[in-house]
Every structure is written in C-alpha cells, then in structure tokens.
C-alpha cells in the first residue's frame, strides 16, 4: 500500500518507534471477584506472539474481567479483587515493584465503542499516549509516529490531508481505527481489544480485521468476539469461556482455531460455536 512506501522512505524508518519486541503474554491461575461474587476460577491460558488469540463465550462469563485483568484496569474497580499472575515474557505485570504506567504503557486496549477524544485533533488524539506516559519527543519524531501509526492502523490514506480536524468527526470504524493508532503510539507489546467491531458496520469490521492480520506481526493481540466467523477470519488460537449456571467463569477448551471450529472437544464448545446457546 501507498501509505508504507513513505513510511519507509522516512529518515526515521529504520528507527520505527511505534516497534516493541514481539512478546508473549501469560495469564496464570487467575481467579477474579466483585465483593464476594467469583466471576473467573483459575483460568490459565498463554497468549503466544504472532498469531490473534480469541475469546469467546457467552454474555457473562467474565470475558471483558479476564481482559482487564490483563492490563491491569481490574484494579481501579474498588469491590474489585483478583488472584493469579500476569506475565509479559515472563515478567509479572502486577510485581509491587512495577510501576502501573508502566506495565499499562506495554498492554494497549480497544474497546467496543471507539473513544477518541472527539473535539481533539486526528494528530493530537495519535500523541495522547505520549502526553499521558510523560514521554519526551521532537516535533519530527510525533510527525513520523502519527504516519507510522496511522499507517499501521490503516487509517493514513483517509486522513492525511486533514490531521488537524477533530476526531470526533471521522466514522465510526475510522475513530476505531484512530483508537488503535492512539494505542500503538506508546510501542505497545501486547493489545487487548474488546469486541472492537460489535459497533462497526460489515466494510469497517473488515478493514480492522485486516489490519489486526497485519499488525500481529508486530504486537501480540488477544481480542473478545461474539462474531463465530471473525473468530475463524482472524485468530490462530480460540478459547472458550463460559459460566455454568451459578458458578464462575472459566476456559472450557482452548486451542488452535481452525481445529476447535471443526472437531472442538466438549459438546459445550461444539454448541456454542454452531449457535446453538
Ligand atoms: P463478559 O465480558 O464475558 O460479558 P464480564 O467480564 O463483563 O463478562 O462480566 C462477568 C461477570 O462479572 C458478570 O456476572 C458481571 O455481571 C460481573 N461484573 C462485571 N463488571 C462488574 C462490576 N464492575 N461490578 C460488579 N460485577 C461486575
Ligand atoms: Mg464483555
């Protein structure tokens, strides 16, 4: 495409900033309550490099927890509590040592509803991170990182002629396209993104599922979908959530994606994915 050839071209290029190492992420044992209401019960799953991992499971089986168990936005929920660990490459993001920015700044998230600040700039809304992280950078740098970003998040081409417009007025599936930019901008090795395109029409929910097929090359992506053919579009590994009656959510099965779609294990996943519940 269009837009790389500049990136590539740019003085900056070999330095790409919105790079991080590719990492793995590993949840372990994590256990999850609201006062005393357990929602999640040891669930264990390794989130490897490379490939999308997705999450699936019905509405309440503490999907959306298990993600923000992952960067840590758990704990901002004051009945909130939690057990397990959390490793990026084997470093645990919830060590008492570890500041909080820091171990947000490495796990990115998107959300269901794009959230750009909408009377801020296109540009000013890629930066935010930096602003917020007290990162120190040249005009030139934020330059090449709003390309660069806005490229990655496939979103360059639509807006370059007018950075400086607010982002409140770009469509919906460009504010979440901008939303994964802004994401990117702080090197993220790891992005979360819940159900990024249940709000999304078919052509928008296309374009971010191409751009999450390319930017796994770079940041490890775990995403949450109700949608059993997103899952199948873009996840090598698929894990299936659910909560039995009355008892806390877990992983029934997990695995590689293609095999849980045709042959899954349990009768329960095999329902769940042929729309049965
Ligand atoms: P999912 O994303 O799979 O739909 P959630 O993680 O949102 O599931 O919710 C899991 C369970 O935790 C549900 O029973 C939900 O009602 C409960 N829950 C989620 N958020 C809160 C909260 N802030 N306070 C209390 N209970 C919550
Ligand atoms: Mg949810």
Known sequence: ???????????????????????????????????????????????????????????????????????????????????????????????????????????????????????????????????????RSSRDERDYLVESCLTKAGLWKEVRDRLRAPGGGLSGGQQQRLCIARSLAVKPRVLLMDEPCSALDPTSTRVIEETMLELVNDVTIVIVTHNMQQAQRVSGQCAFFLATQGQPGAIVEHGDTEAMFDSPLDSRTFDYVNGRF
């Open 1 to 135: 495409p269009a837009g790389f050839e500049q990136v590539a071209l740019h003085p900056f290029a070999g330095l790409d900033p919105a790079r991080a190492p590719l990492a793995e992420l590993d949840a372990r044992n994590i256990s999850a309550w609201f006062g005393d209401h357990q929602v999640l019960d040891r669930v264990s799953l390794t989130m490897p490099a490379g490939v999308v991992t997705a999450l699936i499971g019905p509405s309440g089986c503490g999907k959306s927890t298990f993600l923000r168990i992952l960067n840590r936005m758990h704990e901002l929920i004051p009945s909130a509590s939690l057990a397990g660990e959390v490793l990026i490459d084997g470093e645990d993001i919830y060590d008492t040592g570890r500041r909080l920015v820091d171990a947000r700044k490495s796990i990115g998230m998107v959300f269901q509803k794009p959230n750009p600040f909408p009377a801020m700039s296109i540009y000013d809304n890629v930066i935010a991170g930096l602003t917020l992280t007290g990162t």
